[in-house]
């Protein structure tokens, strides 16, 4: 569990600084897209969520989104499964499975740097500025020093 916790607070981090502010293209297939990643120690339950980050962080939402939902559908309560679903949703700006999956995430990792700065970044794409504000002031205030949370209140307060 410990374990699980740690990943999916990694993949947070990186899902923020990678999706949340920065340029994607969800068209283009890069390299890295096609990657083989059975070399990677993880348990076999694993294997589609290691699948579905490298698709997310390629710009592939729509297949990061059908490889976290087959995540789910191996263990429905893997939070970081939920984290990345809910992500890929968002970029989607398929808000309904987004919320869906951040309902489902809230009993569990609600309190935590990655669900607010997550759910903020939700809030931002949709225009709930005020609402994402929130969020991303919550995950500060947690802890101050987290580059994310720094990011993501510096990129709502810039003009653009």
Not at 42 to 62: H, M, T, W
Not at 128 to 145: H, M, V
Request: charged letters at 25%.
């Amino acid at each position: 569990m410990k374990r699980l916790i740690i990943l999916a607070f990694a993949f947070a981090l990186v899902g923020c600084e990678n999706v949340g502010f920065g340029e994607f293209s969800t068209f283009s297939e890069s390299p890295g897209s096609n990657k083989d990643t059975s070399n990677v120690s993880f348990y076999p339950d694993d294997e589609l969520i290691v699948s579905a980050k490298v698709q997310f962080r390629e710009g592939n939402y729509g297949k990061s989104y059908t490889m976290f939902k087959k995540a789910l559908d191996v263990v429905p309560d893997d939070p970081q499964a939920w984290l990345g679903f809910a992500a890929s949703a968002d970029m989607l700006r398929r808000f309904d499975k987004a919320d869906y999956a951040y309902r489902k995430m809230q009993p569990v990792i609600g309190n935590r740097i990655e669900f607010l700065n997550n759910y903020g970044y939700s809030h931002l794409l949709r225009g709930n500025l005020r609402t994402a504000r929130s969020y991303f002031l919550k995950a500060y205030e947690i802890d101050p020093e987290n580059e994310q949370a720094k990011k993501a209140l510096e990129a709502l307060d810039s003009p653009e």
